[in-house]
């Protein structure tokens, strides 16, 4: 077996929302009527609509309602498009200076997850609780442990405060585009999906702080602030590996940190007693610290009302 098949190291997120658009009614890339007609759906559609860019009730990537021949701000996302694309920030780290990524392949004298649980490999090691249940001021999440406290897989607070922040001499980052498209299997033509295969999820192979003698460059994270429209019936799955965290309103819905195989978590908005019909904040932060595959997989019908805001650093 290699060691990809091994590990089974995958990442696969599932954020199943509704959407509206920045357009009126009509249907575009030519509709009924040119993009002014009625009905019909396509790259960017009218009332009862779908596609990346769509109208009131429809669904899609970027919402916002009103009608397109009220200039760009008519629409609730003020006539933005991003033709399906959400920007995030991806960070590199070098591993051989950063205790909480492993280097590949471990070195004599090499100190890779110190405190690792006794008795467990490191693919096995998911640790709940490593950050707190409530996002901080800065919009990053919490190391929960406190100052001097280490866990399983890091190594304190100090070294996680640089995972999600631009720290000179630890890391080097820049923004990242998840470009999605629409998901041919759903008939429904309400799903778009980014989705890594079958090349696995390594945006900035040769990049940045470079492979450090892999074949990919592995050792990073990524974060993606976004926005949303709640409405009843939106749901969020996730599988992967190494850390994933994600919340709503600034409240945790997913914790699966540590390093580990492929993980599920199921998040069912409808009990996090959110105002249908209102816009919430959506953040999401991922980590890759377990070097042998990586892979990322995100389908989705939400309501986004932004494109990602990479000003959060």
Request: proline share 4%; with cysteine.
């Amino acid at each position: 077996m290699n060691e990809c098949a091994r590990y089974g190291l995958v990442v696969t997120v599932f954020l199943t929302f509704a959407c509206s658009s920045t357009s009126g009614t009509g249907s575009a890339v030519r509709g009924n009527g040119g993009s002014t007609g009625e009905g019909g759906s396509g790259i960017i559609t009218g009332n009862g609509g779908s596609g990346i860019i769509t109208g009131s009730g429809g669904s899609g990537i970027i919402t916002g309602g009103g009608d397109s021949s009220g200039g760009a701000d008519a629409g609730g996302a003020t006539g933005m498009s991003c033709n399906g694309k959400l920007t995030g920030y991806i960070r590199d780290f070098l591993a051989a200076q950063s205790p909480d990524f492993e280097p590949f392949p471990p070195k004599p004298g090499d100190v890779v997850f110190p405190n690792r649980m006794p008795g467990k490999l490191d693919k096995n090691m998911i640790e709940p609780n490593i950050v707190d249940t409530m996002l901080g001021a800065d919009k990053k999440p919490v190391y929960k442990l406190g100052d001097g406290t280490t866990s399983w897989t890091t190594t304190g607070s100090a070294n996680f405060q640089t995972w999600f922040h631009d720290t000179d001499g630890i890391n080097k980052g820049q923004a990242l585009d998840l470009q999605f498209t629409k998901d041919p299997t759903d008939p429904t033509g309400a799903t778009y999906k980014y989705d890594s295969a079958p090349n696995g999820f390594f945006p900035i192979d040769m990049q940045l702080l470079g492979n450090e003698g892999r074949t990919h460059n592995f050792s990073f994270t990524f974060e993606m602030h976004t926005r949303f429209t709640y409405v009843k019936g939106q749901t969020f799955h996730f599988r992967g590996d190494d850390d994933v965290w994600a919340f709503i309103d600034s409240k945790r819905v997913i914790d699966i940190g540590g390093i580990h195989d492929a993980f599920t978590q199921d998040v069912n908005l409808d009990t996090l007693g959110l105002t249908e019909g209102k816009e919430y904040p959506l953040d999401f932060f991922f980590a890759e610290r377990h070097v042998y595959a990586s892979d990322f997989l995100c389908e989705t019908t939400i309501d986004f009302t932004n494109c990602g805001d990479v000003t959060v650093k």
